[in-house]
Each structure stands twice: as C-alpha cells, then as structure tokens.
C-alpha cells in the first residue's frame, strides 16, 4: 500500500492555467465545461513529430534470414486468400505515425474512429499530421487509411448589425490533400484556424478543446467529447456512440447568432468508399433530437453500417439539417454551395427534414451530410448544444465467414437503424454517465499521494479497451456462422475430450450453450464444497451473462487476445469489467482441454506441427476464425512455450481470489490442473522445475532461453503456489499435495542455479547474456504478492533483485527518464544479445513497477514508472501518446504501435488498493496446510484417479463455453 509520506517527485503536470487564460478558465467553471486539473494538455498547434519506426541490426537480420523469407512467402499466400496474415512486417502505411493522436470515440467492441483533438479538432478521425485518417476498425482486424476530411465541426458566428461575421472549421490551418480555395469541394471551406489560443485536454474517456478566443476574440467554446466508457457498467460501455457538448460563453457587448456545423462522410475507408449504391437519409426523433442518417454499403460482402449524427433542438437551439452534399462539380449541392449557405444564413431549410431517403450514390461520388445547431448568446451570456454521434454494424464478421451479432444489439435489437435510438439515448444520458465517471475516477484524481502524471496516464492509457481493435459480441443472441466448407464429425474421442472430423481437424461448434445451473450444486458438491463453501457458489445465469470479447495483441499484430501478453493487461479488465475478464479466462479454459490437429509450418525454424494441442494454453484466440481456429501465430510452436500454462494458472487463481467467485473456480479448475500436469514433460531431470529448450520459448519470442530460465521458473514456482491455494479451496486435496511436492523440489534448484547473490541471473545456460540482469525476471512473484499469496523467495531476495533492476536497467539508461531496459549486462552494458533485449517495454516495465510496490519500494517503483510516461507522454518525449507501442529502443524508435500491454499501469493501481478479497484473506502459508502423504510422491496421470478426465466429467465441461466438448 501507498505510504502517506513518499512523491515528492516531480508532478509532470500542467496547470490548466499555463495553457488557458483565467478569463476562460472562470467561464467555464460550470456543467464540466472546464478540464479537469489532472487532464493530460496539449496545443491545437503543436507540433506533431513523425515517430522513428525500429530497425533490426545487421547481425539480427542475418539471424533471421530464413524466418524472413518464410514469412514473406506466409504474408504472400494469405494475401492470395483476400486476408492479411497476424504479423506482417513488410507492409508499411502509406502515412507515417505521427505524434498526433487523441481520446478514442464509443464504448468497448466496436470502435470506428480515434479522435486526434490536438492537431485537429474533435473529430478528425485518427488524423495525422498529414491530415490523413487511419486504421477505421469496421471489419475486425482490418485498418483503412483513407483520408476523410469532410468529418469537422465548423462554426459560423454573426454579431448584431452584421459587421462582425466569423466562419471557420474547428481545425487549425491548411492541411495537405486539400485542394485550391475555388474547388467545389472541402477545400472551399474557411480553414482559418491557427490553433494558437486553443487546447486540447485529454482525461479519458473524456477530453475537452477549449477555443479562447478562436476564431471570435469574444467568444469561448468549449467541446467536450463523452463517451459511455462506465466501470462495471455492461450495456451502456458497449454502445457504439458518443456525444459532444458545446458550451459557449459570449464576453463581448453584443449579442451573438451562433450556428455550429456537423458534417459526416458516407464511408468507412477503403475500397466501398466509392463504390456507390449509399444512401442518406433525415430523421425527427423524440426529446428534440434530430438529424441523419447515413446508410453504408461496405465492400467485400461485410456487414452494412449505419451513421446517426444529430443534435438536440431545446428552447433555445435550433436544429437543421442538409441529407446530403457532394464533394466534386456536379454534385447537388457541392460541399461549396453548403459552405455559403452557412455563411449566409448560419442554417439549412426547415423542409429538408421532409425529404426522405436520397437517392443512392454513384460510383465514384462521395456522399456527405451536415447537421446545423444555432442558438443566439446573450452579451456575457452562456449557451449549450450538444451533438451526438453513433454507428450501427449489428453483425461483426470474421474473414473465414464467421458472424456474430454485437453485444449492443441485446438491447438495441438487430437492425441498422438502431443508430437512430443509439444517438437519441447517448444525447439524453450522457450527463448521467459523466456523473459516474467523474465518481469512479474522483477518488484516484483527488488521492494527493499520487504523482499527477501518473493519474492521467493512468487513466489514459484505457484508450486501447476502445481502440485497440475491440470485439464484443452477444453471446445470448443467436450467432450465425456462415462457414460453409467445414465437415461433418466423423470421430470422437471422448476420453480425450476432443472432436475431429476425417481430416484430423478439431471442429469448434461456437453455437453451444451450457445450462451452468443444472449443475451447481453437484458440481459443488464434488469439490468438496458443503454448508457455508456451497452457498457461495454462484450460478451463471442470462443476468450474468456478459457476452463474449475479444481484442487485439495490437494494431500491427493482429491476434485476439493474445495470452502472453493479456497476463499484463488484464489487470486493467480485472479492476473495470471483471465479468469480461472471467468471461475470457473461461474461453482459454474451455480451449486448453480441446485440440486442434490441423497441420501448421512453424516460421522460424520451418517445421510443421499441429494447430493446438491439447493441454497446452493457446497462445491466441485466433485471427481470422477466433474461438473456432486458435493460434493465428505460427512463427513458433506455442505447445512448447514455458510461459502461457503457468500464466493461465496465475490468472485464474487471481481472478478466483479477487471476485470470490466459487462458480469460476469450479468452472476452470480441470483446465488448471491439465495446464499444471502437461508441464510435466518439461522438468526433464525430474527436479520439479521447468526447463526451457534453447530457442525463445516465451513471450520474450527473439530471445532466446537455455536451461533454467529466472522468467519462465519464477513463474512455475509462482503457479505451484497457486495452483495448490486453488486446489485446496476446491476440495481437491491430492493435487494440493502434488503440487507442494513439486514446489518443494523446485524451489531449493532454481536459487541454486540462478541466484547469484544480488538478483537472479536470466538463465542457467553459458551464452553471452545468461547472467544478464532480466527487467522482467520476478514476473511470478508480482501475481503472487498481487492473488495475496506469501512472497516465493526470502525479502532480502526480492528487494535485492529488484533494487538491482532499478540500478542498471533503469537509472543506467539515460537517468532512469526511459522506462526499464529489458536485459542489462551486469557491466552496466544494455544487453543487445536481440531486438527484444534491448527494447524498453511499457508494460514490463509497469509490472516491475508494480513488483516494487508490492515489496515496499514506492519511491523506486513511481521512478521507473515515470520513464515510461516522460518518454511516451510528456512533451519532451516521442510522442507516443494515445498509441504507446510494445517498446522502444535508447534512441527512440518504436516497435508496434498502439498495444495491448501497456495497460499493465493498472497493474500498479491493483497493487496500490487490492480489493478486500485479497487483503483481508487468512495469512496462513498455503504449503504449511498441506500435508503430504506417500500418495503425493508420484505423478497424477491424466487417466488415473486423481487426473483431470475425471475432474473434468465431474465438472460437466465449463460454462459460457464457446466450444463444442463432448464429455
């Protein structure tokens, strides 16, 4: 826990009043018009540096020739099949990465847009400073980067008597791909902006752009964009939409007509960007709220997607709309004749509401709509309009044909047109979901023990559960797969607790529904649970059920949920949505006791294998076909990975602790122990430890590991522990006795051969880097302390490891202002045995972090945290803000923007206020409980009496499943 007495480290913050004048600030010091103090700040005019992509060194491209060239040819034949492969190296965007990006808009599970609100306004889409739109997430997986400049915001304002008229788009200054002023097209608008009085502020979900005096010397506006982003709140964070207030507060002796201007493309990028046959239409709903609709029809045969953009018409704000509006000559109107038409009249004609649907687009034509708001401001008055947006795809399609509904269409229903009622609610609910944001996040914003940069960062680096290429769908409704190639089973074996068809393909049917309330108390029962234990297992039921979600490794690595990885972010799920978190544990529960027998040619070392084995966690939920074709990795074999058993072991027996769920426990417990017993076959001198097979066996997947590996051990010794807590709570006591048999012999072996008086050496083998200085090397211990588990290894052990990290790989590394290098020579030299030695990794980076408050050193922790945020998020840093990639080297260039494990900062806020579950358990050492009997000195087999078959039929498969099981 957080002492009352430390940070008294640089607070990296800035005052709102460094950025706005007091003028402004006091104006809008009401209605959340203001930013927060604790908001991360920028100007609209600031410079967007181009970010460095990474590099491989000579001697690393020669390592990895032939993994290139495999990986060429893999890149290649996927695309021949219309699909990008997982990891593509090769293909580079067409618009550098710029330091430029924003507050994502919408809930979880289906982001269409990010929102770059400091270079442009708030609503240029992913802009960079190019001004080109990138990575729309319609179709899973997929990115596109077509450049959509008419989405803005424009503001057109007339003083009395008419002498004084501004007309601007909300944006600062000329971007490139617009053309000459006298096009009929956007070019035509007053892009008249500098930027220079005005702010972006960004403290997500929300952020804020504050015009002081831009374009109108007495006029200041405030936008400030919201979206339904609400901890522990299951169907309103699932909803595509949100929502932007306008506050303007007029400073000047007269009166003022304000119009403001919403304009929208008809497209999602790419190829049906033209394609013709979209159709606009206008609409008058309930409460005031009215606008357009915009009807897409994407190419390639996925889902169509409907827009709603509106506004709501109040007493004092009048609502009018334009249904459609070209780009290019010939259009009726063109882009230039809406432009005048707002400059002259500051509003469209009452009738178009009238209009119906247009008719559709031809090929070619880019099909726009406008929503106009204009209100009059009093002298020194004040005046709020608020316009809402939302999109409506109800189906998500995979490229193998797969299709499911969307989470949001459980409440909204299955049609397109749900975005008409989707920007109608978010339009008159958002003051009710700001309250409580502004409730779950006061208690940490207003915590003065905590430095300020790391509460927005904190706070900021959520972004990627909206961005980072999320899928939630309903797993209530009826989902469709449309595949149509796959066989008939025509074998099962049901011992081994598999399906195949004639092929040796493992057929997953993801239509199965298991009645978990039929078995709760024989199931409970059978572990052992009885009297008070068996009250609290819970059942599942349609009220708990929360759907199925899926997200990516990251943007550029396009796997779903990627394992090795969600064990750092998944801190964050466990803290705001634990149902999603037990939701996905279950998913890689059900996965582990399934085995696919597809062939697969392994990349790196070009053999072939099986897709997933049985017993082994996989190391994704697939890319192409999740759920049903796991491991869209393949440039290792994953079933001989060291590190995704026990890390599912460690989650499982974390989430089990914190949420008290004894359903979960009971749910998942056969997979633990098939996780824990397929281990086995690597302990191969039977000392009870684990041994890695000289090649990068883990998510450290260049670098590779011989022998005894300090990562890949501590781990084991760490899922022992747990897995022993586990099986005790479950009743299953002669695991619990197998378990601390293994820990026993395991542990005295690991410190011999790793620990070397200071800190645990990265392996037991003599290459050139076995005894470097691993950032990551306590990796198991920091589940331990975080599941309120006793400590692996002797305090002086721990604090001295992680001192010696903080030492070398942090401080020796331009002054500790970079994060955790990942391997340190002892010489004080970064380790550059591969890419990923000496990379920097923000979320390794938190975890070590987090290890250290855990262990008592505070001070230490919020240093190395703090180099994360200096490099990534403050001003003198790369500009990775909104996009923070796997890492980065000492000179500055990424590897893999916008990913999922940096959003191992919540692992920190869990060590800073674990929830009462952890805290307040016994203190009692789990081994000390278990008494070991000679039954316990020989290997459970998985066909015997105490193995997982029988645990499995006992448990009746697992609930929530996605997979077809035939036990």
Known sequence: MVSGTLFHCRKNSWPP??????????????????????????????????????????????????????????????????????????????????????????????????????????????????????????????????????????????????????????????????????????????????????????????????????????????????????????????????????????????????????????????????????????????????GVLLHHKSAKGNPPVTFAIGACETQNVNVTVLPCFGLSEGSIPTAKEMWNTMVKDGQFAQENFNSGPGVPSSPGETLCAAVSASAWVEPHGKCTITFGLAWSSPKVKFSKGSSYHRRYTKFYGTSELAAKDLVHDALTNYKRWEEEIEEWQSPILNDERLPEWYKFTLFNELYFLVAGGTVWIDSSSSATNTRNNQQQLTEVDRGDIKTTNSEGTCRLNTDNKHAAADRCYSTAANFGLEGDSKELYTCNNEDEDVGRFLYLEGVEYIMWCTYDVHFYASFALLELFPKIELSIQRDFAKAILSEDGRKVKFLAEGNWGIRKVRGAVPHDLGTHDPWTEMNGYNIHDTSKWKDLNPKFVLQAYRDFAATGDISFGVDVWPSVRAAMEYMEQFDRDNDGLIENDGFPDQTYDTWTVHGVSAYCGCLWLAALQAAAAMALQLGDNDFAEWCKTKFLKAKPVFEEKLWNGSYFNYDSGSSSNSKSIQADQLAGQWYTASSGLPSLFDDLEIKSSLQKIYDFNVMKVRGGRMGAVNGMHPNGRVDETCMQSREIWAGVTYGVAATMIL?????????????????????????????????????????????????????????????????????????????????????????????????????????????????
């Open 17 to 290: 009043e460094e950025y706005l004048s007091k003028t402004a600030l006091h104006s809008f010091d009401f209605d959340s018009a203001a930013p927060p103090k604790q908001a991360w700040r920028r100007r609209l005019n600031s410079h967007a540096n181009i970010l460095k992509e990474f590099s491989i060194t000579f001697k690393e491209a020669i390592k990895m020739v032939r993994l290139g060239i495999r990986l060429w040819s893999y890149v290649r034949e996927e695309a021949s099949h219309g699909r990008k492969a997982p990891i593509d190296p090769f293909t580079r965007e067409s618009c550098k990465p710029s330091a430029s990006q924003g507050v994502p808009l919408g809930g979880m599970g289906y982001v269409v847009y990010r929102v770059c609100g400091f270079k442009f306004l708030v609503l240029n889409i992913l802009k960079q400073s190019d001004a080109s739109s990138r990575q729309w997430q319609i179709v899973p997986g997929s990115r596109e980067g077509s450049p959509v400049m008419a989405n803005q915001f424009s503001i057109f304002i007339q003083r009395d008597g008419g002498h004084k008229n501004y007309a601007s788009v909300l944006a600062p200054g000329q971007h490139e791909g617009l053309g000459k002023v006298s096009d009929q097209g956007i070019s035509s608008w007053g892009w008249n902006l500098s930027g220079q009085h005005s702010t972006y502020h960004a403290l997500f979900p929300r952020a804020w752009t504050i015009y002081d005096g831009e374009p109108d010397p007495e006029l200041k506006i405030s936008c400030r964009q919201i979206s339904p982003f609400i901890p522990h709140n299951y169907k309103e964070s699932s909803l595509p939409t949100a929502v932007f207030v306008y506050t303007l507060v007029n400073t000047g002796k007269e009166r003022a007509k304000v119009s403001l201007l919403f304009t929208w493309a008809n497209t999602i990028g790419g190829i049906s960007h033209l394609s013709g046959d979209h159709v606009n239409e206008p609409f008058i709903g309930e409460d005031g709220v009215s």
């Open 855 to 967: 262990s008592g050193m505070e001070e230490q922790a919020f240093t190395a945290a703090e180099g994360i945020f200096v490099a990534g998020w403050s001003e003198e840093g790369y500009g990775y803000w909104f996009q923070t990639p796997e890492g980065w080297t000492i000179d500055g260039h990424f590897r893999s923007l916008i990913y999922m494990r940096p959003l191992a900062i919540w692992g920190m806020q869990w060590a800073l206020s674990m929830p009462k579950a952890i805290l307040e358990a016994p203190k009692i050492n789990v081994m000390d409980r278990i008494q070991l009997s000679p039954a316990s000195l020989r290997t459970p087999h998985p066909r015997d009496e105490l193995g997982v078959k029988k645990i499995a039929t006992k448990a009746k498969c697992l609930g929530h499943s996605v997979f077809h099981c035939s036990c």
